[in-house]
């Protein structure tokens, strides 16, 4: 992650779209990892925690029915 995250900023133009990190319900953005800080630490608002229940949750909900709604476009 580090290969591809924090050396990629300055490629990335900082990021400009966003990073948006999962935490499951219970974890705080305070006690994540010092990767995480440094992420945030250099690229600053453009990085945004966002709480999930699972990442079958999040799928399901989040990314199937946006790949369902690009299939239906098309």
Do not use: T
């Not at 900023?9 to 948006?20: L, R, V």
């Not at 953005?29 to 925690?49: M, Y």
């Not at 709480?51 to 709604?69: A, C, K, M, Q, Y």
């Amino acid at each position: 992650m580090q290969h591809l995250l924090l050396n990629n900023i300055k490629q990335a133009e900082g990021y400009k779209n966003g990073i948006y990190w999962c935490l499951r319900k219970g974890e705080k953005p305070e006690d994540a990892s010092p990767f995480v800080k440094e992420i945030i630490a250099k690229i600053g608002s453009d990085f945004q925690f966002v709480e999930i229940d699972s990442f079958d949750s999040l799928f399901n909900r989040v990314i199937w029915s946006h790949l369902e709604d690009q299939k239906s476009h098309h």
